[in-house]
Each structure stands twice: as structure tokens, then as C-alpha cells.
């Protein structure tokens, strides 16, 4: 038994957490077919409100929170939603296939990063081959998987195709990032996360305009379940691409073990919908965590990245968060945050620091603490820590 009297299977309900207040005694937060992770007066108010609408769906047979929980579009990020015989492209979202990888190399950074040169050019290097925030490449750099919308939209099919080869090993912007950190045995570990770029926005968008939920078994269910499943192997290549390009930044590091690395590759990703028998399993910015799943649960910029081992609670449909969640809009980082104070947080670290990703700073986020305290034992098991040396933001 955990510390909230729940077996690691999950099936027992949790035990109440904290003291009851006039937000905790809402209707919504008393519905059965609801999973907390942390207690209902620690939800703001408009992930509440996208919480209440999942609830009132007939359709709907659970609803996960996991504890990085904050508002986004139609599901919350950090929902997780168990549809009876529906699949919603709102439930996944924009970025179809979102996730990170990591591998640990193995090696020392007395090995691959001895001084304050190696990393700068392995900075250098990075930002040289890997175009960030809205780059692309240029035509015949990168194949990209066939695609042809199951649509039969040959409009939503000429604006993926446009896209697909000049994005494919790029980073995009935003919270995306490339992060080479250390552990507690000074191994050299890399992460990398990253999704689908414009081509699975485009997928998102044409198949919202066409409504929120679908019956799975229907002509248009079905397409958009083929379609969000190319952009979510196209998102797997893009990082997969860019890790191998990292991993060729280090001159020590042959061919031979770029490829062993390569695939002993943890990846997960944040934002999908999965068929599970007569119902869809959807994840916008949450993990799986099957029993025994590795996982990967970044923090901010400064405070490193944390290696999970899933532990399969079906109670929160074996699922974690995947991070530690914002605490501020992007807007309201770039208002609050001083310029200074971002560059005091990240000293000693290799990273971007100038107004251009102040939204991206340790501030606009969660402590990872609670975050991480709220589910050890519980939903996964932290298993490693990656502080970061070098950090690559869009």
C-alpha cells in the first residue's frame, strides 16, 4: 500500500486529500468516474471549468487529472479521458504526437563535455544543424513519411505534404528544448522533446472544424484516427532525427554506438488517443505509465529532467504527467518575470537567457517538487535525475 492507501493496481479509490473547502465540495469534484491527483482547491479555475464540460459529455466513462494540471484547449492539459466509442481531435490537441526522448550515453561528462569549450561548441554545433523556432530546411534535406489524409481532403493532404520534409528535424518553438544533463553517476544523458510541427497542426485543425467528438466506428472517427496516427509516427521520426544529429555532436561518439544509443531510446509521448477496445483513451499532456514503462518528466529549464518507472495504476488509467506544468501564461511571464532573475536562475548552465524565451523561464512554471511528490509511489516510480549543462530552447 502507498502513502494515500491505494495498492499499486490502482483499483481502490484514494483516500480525500487535504480539508474540505467550498471548492472541493463542487459537484465536479465529487463525480465518480473523476481521478484527482491533488486536491480539487489546487485546480485554477479555468482548467475547473474544462474539467466540469468533460464531466457533463454521456460519452464519458473517466477523467484523469494528473498534478501538473492547467487550462488549454477543450481537455485541460494534464487530462486524460477514457471515451466510450469516441474519439475528439480537442482531446489531443494541436501538437498530434508531442512527447520526449531521452537516452543516457553512458559516458562521463569528463568524457564528452571536460570543459567550458566542449559544451559551447557542442551548443554551437546544435543550433547549426537543428533549425529552431519557425526554421525549416531546405527541399531534399530530410524525407518524411507518405502522407495521404484518410480524409480524402486533397487540401488537408497538399498543406501536410507541403510541410513534412522541410520540418522534419527541427525543433520548433515554444516549451520545446534540447537538454544534455548529467546524473548523480556523472553520466551524459540527452533530452529531447519535440512533436509534429505544422503538419499535425494542420491534421488538428482541419478535423476540429469539423466537429469535437466523433463516433469511432464512422467514416470520419476512423479517419481521423489513421491521420493522428501518422502524425504521431511523424513526430517519433522528427525527434528521433534530431537525437541522432545531437548525439553526432559529440566527436567521441562513433557510428557504431550513435546506433546502439539510438535504440535504447526512451520515448513517450504527451497528446494522443488510443483504442482500447470499444473505447479511446486520449492523453493531452500526460504520459502513459503501463507497469514498468519507462517515463520522462522534465522540470524547467534549470531543474533538470526526471527518469520514471511507471507502476500501472489503473485508478489514474495508467498515466503521469509529463512535466511540471505552467504556472503563468506566456503573456503574463514576459510581464512578471525580470530579465534579471532568469539570467541569475540559469547560471551555470549553457542556455538562451534574452527576452526571446523569458516565457520559457524556471518562474512561468510549477515547482517540480509537489509535482513529482504527488505521484512517486503512486503513479510511477522516479528512478534518475539529469541536471542540465546545456540547454537548447525554440
Known amino acids: 500500500m502507498n502513502r494515500r492507501g491505494q495498492n ?66 477543450d481537455l485541460c492539459i494534464g487530462g486524460v479521458a477514457l471515451l466510450a466509442g469516441t474519439i475528439s481531435p480537442g482531446f489531443v490537441g494541436y501538437d498530434i504526437g508531442c512527447g520526449m526522448c531521452h537516452v543516457n550515453t553512458g559516458r562521463t561528462v569528463d568524457e564528452l563535455l571536460p570543459d567550458a569549450l566542449s559544451r559551447q561548441r557542442l551548443f554551437d554545433r546544435i543550433l547549426h544543424d537543428i533549425p529552431v523556432g519557425t526554421d525549416m530546411r531546405g527541399p531534399g534535406e530530410f524525407d518524411a513519411p507518405r502522407f495521404l489524409s484518410a480524409s480524402g481532403d486533397k487540401g488537408l493532404t497538399a498543406s501536410v505534404v507541403a510541410k513534412a520534409a522541410r520540418q522534419m528535424a527541427t525543433l520548433g518553438g515554444g516549451n520545446h528544448f534540447i537538454e544534455v544533463g548529467v546524473n548523480s553517476r556523472s553520466e551524459v544523458g540527452i533530452t529531447l522533446h519535440s512533436g509534429s510541427r505544422r503538419p499535425g497542426w494542420d491534421i488538428a485543425a482541419w478535423y476540429m472544424r469539423q466537429g469535437r467528438l466523433f463516433a469511432l466506428r464512422t467514416p470520419m472517427g476512423q479517419a481521423y484516427l489513421k491521420d493522428m496516427q501518422w502524425a504521431q509516427e511523424y513526430a517519433l521520426a522528427n525527434r528521433r532525427a534530431m537525437l541522432a544529429l545531437v548525439l553526432k555532436a559529440f566527436p567521441s561518439l562513433d557510428e557504431a554506438t550513435i546506433s546502439h544509443l539510438l535504440a535504447s531510446t526512451i520515448n513517450e509521448n504527451h497528446n494522443h488517443a488510443e483504442v482500447d477496445g470499444a473505447n479511446v483513451l486520449h492523453r493531452k499532456g500526460a504520459t502513459p505509465a503501463a507497469s514498468g514503462q519507462p517515463g520522462i518528466i522534465p522540470a524547467n529549464q534549470r531543474d533538470g529532467v526526471y527518469i520514471t518507472r511507471g507502476l500501472g495504476n489503473a485508478y489514474y488509467l495508467s498515466s503521469a504527467s509529463h512535466g511540471a506544468g505552467r504556472v503563468m501564461s506566456r503573456q503574463k511571464a514576459r510581464a512578471h518575470i525580470e530579465q534579471m532573475t532568469f539570467e541569475r536562475q540559469m547560471h551555470g548552465i549553457l542556455c538562451r537567457t534574452d527576452k526571446g524565451v523569458l516565457d520559457e523561464a524556471p518562474d512561468a512554471y510549477k515547482p517540480i517538487a509537489p509535482v513529482l511528490a504527488a505521484q512517486d509511489g503512486l503513479l510511477v516510480d522516479v528512478v534518475d535525475h539529469f541536471r542540465p549543462v546545456v540547454v537548447i530552447k525554440g
Request: charged fraction near 30%.
Open 8 to 73: 499499486r493496481t490502482g483499483e481502490d479509490r484514494p483516500e480525500p486529500a487535504g480539508t474540505a473547502s467550498p471548492r472541493q465540495t463542487r459537484d465536479a469534484a465529487k463525480d465518480t468516474r473523476l481521478a484527482l491527483t491533488l486536491p480539487p482547491d489546487a485546480i485554477d479555475d479555468k482548467a475547473w471549468e474544462q474539467i466540469e464540460n468533460v464531466l457533463s459529455l454521456d460519452c464519458l466513462v473517466r477523467l484523469a487529472i494528473m498534478p501538473d494540471v492547467h487550462a488549454g484547449y
